[in-house]
């Protein structure tokens, strides 16, 4: 008896699909991680590490946050993230997966609505699978397609409160939201904005505070702010009103049920929170961007403004062959193929860090131009 058989088939038919995955070490030139900024490895990151050592900051939490897990760094953590990004409360997960399963499976309640984009993260998904509220899908950065969605729910005796879930920053097209035109919806609904800023936090609006920076303050936002790409860090933090922390804090069961983060890693994203608003970092990766924009685009890389660059080749088994032959090469890039992505969308996820020079982009331009 094989107990696995199901198993061995499904893994069998993704690879006569070319959509089988496997673990790779990291080699290469870094075109393929989240780590924007180059904090990840930066020496003052990891001098603040080694000084909360010092001070007797513990690597373990011991346990989930309602128990012994608590730390004096956790709480200091939240409360600078508070300020820094402008919300009355702050509250710190183990990773933005956790953190959007938590959000969207806790706050909307049966009978309410969740409009989400298209294209919004998986965890978001997640989050709203375990949840109670209805959810639909508008289309992508669309804002009259959820305002369509809302008023459709409404007029079929819709009567619960409406999410509005998006990404400021899409991660497999580079592309920004129209916040402000969502927000405005968000007023006219009496709706309540989630915006995930995994993306943007650290890399774009003043000082590195996201996307949505400029909508700071409102009682009808609820920002999240992942920790693990531009802040070189790991975790995540929810930031919006103080009941929304509360309310997690009783009921979200990923939070409650959790062991605590490290305390020790809490003190590193609090230290990353000031290393990102010197100057210097910022304006050398928008640099670098603008630059590869202009490298890049004899190959048919598409400029999105953004860190994130794809190149859509469609076919999987292409898609592949191309990634792998870049790594041949030396390029750490990687490919995207669906479920991450639709089908037929296949694609070469370039990522710009300041892990890279102009000189390594200018080398993927070439090897691009001959490959793909």
Known sequence: MDCFEAQRRDLADLAARSRARRLAVR???????NDYLALAGDPAL??????????????????????????????????????FFGAESAL????????????????????DLIVHDALVHASAHEGIRLGRAEARAAAHNDPDAFEDVIAAWRAASGT??????????????GDRAPLDALAAIADRHDAV?????????????PEGRGLAAGLAGRENLITLHTCGKAL????????????????????????????APSPLMAAAVE????????????????????????????????ATGSQIVPLVLGEDARTMAVAAALQDRGF????????????????????????????????LADALGSLA
């Open 27 to 33: 080699t290469g030139r870094d075109f393929a991680s």
């Open 232 to 259: 070189g860090c790991e975790g995540a933090l929810l930031c919006g009103p103080a009941v929304v922390r509360d309310f997690l804090v009783n009921r979200g069961r990923a939070f409650i049920f959790s062991t």
């Open 92 to 111: 710190y997960f183990s990773t933005g997966y956790a953190a959007n399963a938590a959000l969207l499976s806790t706050l909307p309640q049966r009978g």
């Open 193 to 205: 904005l989630i915006v995930d800023e995994a993306h943007a936090t650290g890399v774009f609006g």
């Open 271 to 302: 230290a990353a929170l000031g290393l990102i608003t010197a100057p210097g970092r910022r304006e050398r990766l928008h640099a670098l961007i603008a630059q590869a924009e202009a490298l890049l685009a004899p190959a048919g890389v598409q």
């Open 46 to 83: 990891a001098a603040a590490v080694r000084a909360a050592i010092d001070a007797g900051v513990p690597i373990g939490s011991g346990g989930s946050r309602l128990l012994r897990g608590n730390h004096a760094a956790h709480e200091r953590l939240e409360a600078a993230a508070a300020r």
């Open 160 to 173: 619960g409160r409406v999410w509005i879930a998006v990404e400021s920053l899409y991660s497999m097209d």
């Open 332 to 363: 750490d890039v990687r490919g995207i193929r669906p479920p991450t992505v639709p089908v037929g969308t296949s694609r070469l996820r370039i990522s710009l860090t300041l892990n890279v020079t102009e000189g390594d982009v200018a080398a």
